[in-house]
């Protein structure tokens, strides 16, 4: 069996079995103002903590994209996330409300999510890509009563569709007319900065909500609380091992669930100064990123350092990476050769995290004091307890395929889906157990081994896309009569999205329509929804009840046997 051993070091988590036989998370509430206070909020605990702890002075944040160059302190931070959340509270946002923050990446948006948490609010960060339908049905869902947005992006909110939407704030210069439109900088400027501001919550009170998606239905709201805290900052100094002087920078943004836990929370929390880079991935960017900001603690995904291994070795050869000490990925497979690669080009083994949008925060993990086995995505946190169990929820042993099933009470996990209580309970199914919907199974050291998804989930460049919207939207289309929509094996994507569509009469097949039907999908979903590949066909293999069997339409693009075939219609 390949291992790479791990380096001589000073970590965090330096003996894991002894860890995991004594810890408790109730030991991680003591690190917390509120241990001594009573008072809760996460928001609090991630920016003022440090300045009343003598941190003030210390750079929280490192913001970069191809315009602006900033940095942010701890002290800065808390007078501005005060501020901000004086202006939410003087518009009317009071503790549960869902605020929405939809905006390309900028100190703004972490400014406005952490200000609307300080009043108590629920946030709904949201990508940045989406379009109209998409904006509009997770705004409705959530019957959201404010949103942060951008004069560009605003086109996309259709804020007279939205009822409970009462309040629209533009963080821009020019702010157009109507709908009573607010200006983030005149209300920022006017706003007091006072503490007294900052609303004390219970632990188990929300303060994020994740639209994600499933294999079937509308996206769900994943709604977490306060207490997550606890598990992100546990993590930060076990996986991560941030310490003090750490420069930690986590590519992901906060419209996804490691953008905000591990983007935000899991390193303020800490204390340690964050490095957020806007703009799009290119190597020469992020190599760049990396030595510009002598980033020490690199959280990134498999999705981008298969782009970076695909990319001319020139590139990496004219950059100094010698402040990097750490590096971890998170959201899909992580490929062997690449854990090869990474340990060859960076001379640092890639620690590989598994976890989910609803777990809140790292469950699996490969730690630094461990040894790696490339391609086995770790061993479960302290704390955790993990298994591999089938359909009756009875433990199978090393070696056979099943559920990879998490014990709930883990603190960061989600407290429901929003509006809907069956969907939250459906996860609980199988005698209690959190069924997580991958197939693994375990070796007999304890390391666990991704095999799949078992429903129809795409893993598309990191992001997870359900097939249900795109289908949804594909059959809105005046061409396109039945959809079904599989992710295809892809290299670096790990997978691309690939629709079979049948065509109403009248209609014939050609490029052109393909293409119309893509830029279709792209304005009214998502760009990341877009299938790169569409394929024709008469007919489309459906159940008697008339779903579309996506496990057939895989089979017939990987030429594999379709299995039971007793439910399809003729
Ligand atoms: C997949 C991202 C293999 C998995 C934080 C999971 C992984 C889904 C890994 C959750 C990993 C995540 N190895 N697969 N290390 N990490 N996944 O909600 O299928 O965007 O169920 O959360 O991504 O994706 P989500």
Redesign the pocket.
């Known amino acids: 069996m390949e291992v790479i051993s791990p380096k001589m070091g000073n970590y965090n988590l330096a003996n894991y079995e002894e860890t995991r036989k004594f810890f408790h998370w109730d030991e991680v509430k003591k690190v917390f103002s509120w241990s001594k206070t009573g008072n809760i909020n996460i928001a609090y605990e991630a920016i003022d903590r440090h300045v009343e702890e003598g941190r003030g002075d210390k750079q929280a944040l490192l913001y970069s994209d191809a315009h602006r160059e900033e940095t942010y302190t701890f002290s800065e931070l808390k007078t501005l996330t005060n501020k901000a959340a004086h202006m939410f509270s003087k518009l009317g946002v009071t503790k549960g409300d869902r605020v929405f923050i939809f905006m390309p990446r900028s100190p703004e948006l972490y400014v406005a999510l952490l200000g609307a948490i300080k009043v108590g609010a629920v946030v709904g960060p949201l990508f940045e890509a989406f379009m109209k339908d998409a904006v509009k049905s997770r705004l409705e869902d959530s019957a959201a009563k404010m949103i942060v947005t951008t004069p560009d992006l605003i086109t996309r909110v259709p804020v007279e569709e939205l009822p409970h939407l009462e309040t629209v704030i533009l963080v821009g210069e020019n702010i157009p007319d109507g709908h009573g439109y607010r200006s983030y900088y005149d209300e920022m400027n006017i706003a007091s900065d006072r503490d007294e501001i900052i609303q004390w919550v219970d632990l188990e009170d929300g303060y994020v909500l994740h639209y994600?998606s499933g294999s079937t239905g509308k996206p769900k709201g994943v709604y977490h609380v306060h207490h997550a805290m606890i598990q992100q900052y546990q993590t930060a100094n076990w996986v991560l091992d941030l310490k003090e002087d750490d420069i930690y920078w986590c590519t992901a943004d906060p419209g996804?669930?490691?953008g905000t836990s591990y983007g935000i929370f899991g390193p303020w929390l800490s204390g340690v100064t964050n490095v957020v880079r806007g703009g799009r991935f290119s190597p020469d960017d992020w190599y760049q990123t990396l030595e510009k900001n002598k980033v020490t603690v690199w959280y990134s995904a498999p999705t981008a350092f298969r782009m970076l291994m695909g990319a001319d070795p020139a590139i990496l050869k004219k950059y100094d990476l010698s402040s990097v000490r750490h590096i971890l990925?998170?959201?899909?497979?992580?490929n062997p050769e690449v854990v090869r690669w990474g340990y060859e080009v960076y001379q640092h083994r890639i620690h590989?995290?598994?976890?989910?949008?609803?777990t809140g925060a790292m469950l699996i993990c490969n730690y630094l004091a461990e040894p790696i086995k490339p391609g086995s995505?770790g061993k479960p946190l302290p704390g955790i307890e993990a298994a591999i169990i089938n359909d009756h929820g009875e433990e199978l042993p090393p070696y056979r395929m099943g559920h990879l099933a998490i014990k709930p009470g883990w603190p960061a996990m989600m407290r429901k889906i929003w509006n809907n209580d069956q969907k939250y309970n459906e996860y609980f199914a199988i005698s209690g157990w959190y069924v997580?919907?991958?197939t693994a199974y375990k070796d007999e050291d304890g390391y666990f081994w991704?095999q799949g998804?078992n429903d129809d989930?795409i893993?598309t460049s990191g992001?997870?896309v359900g097939p249900f919207e795109i289908e949804s939207k594909l059959v809105e289309h005046p061409a396109v009569a039945e959809a079904g929509v599989i992710g295809k094996p892809d290299e670096i994507r790990g997978q691309i999205i690939k629709a079979f569509i049948s065509l109403r009469e009248g209609y014939e097949y050609s490029e052109e329509l393909a293409k119309d039907i893509q830029a279709f999908i792209k304005t009214e979903l998502s760009a990341h929804a877009v299938p790169r590949e569409i394929e024709c066909r008469d007919k489309l293999p459906k159940t008697r009840s008339g779903k579309i069997m996506r496990r057939v339409l895989k089979a017939w693009e990987l030429n594999e046997p379709a299995g039971d075939l007793s439910t399809m219609e003729d």
Do not use: A, K, N, Y
């Open positions: 994600t996804w669930v490691t990925s998170v959201g899909e497979p992580l590989d995290t598994w976890w989910m949008t609803e995505m997580s919907g991958d991704f998804r989930v893993m992001e997870r």
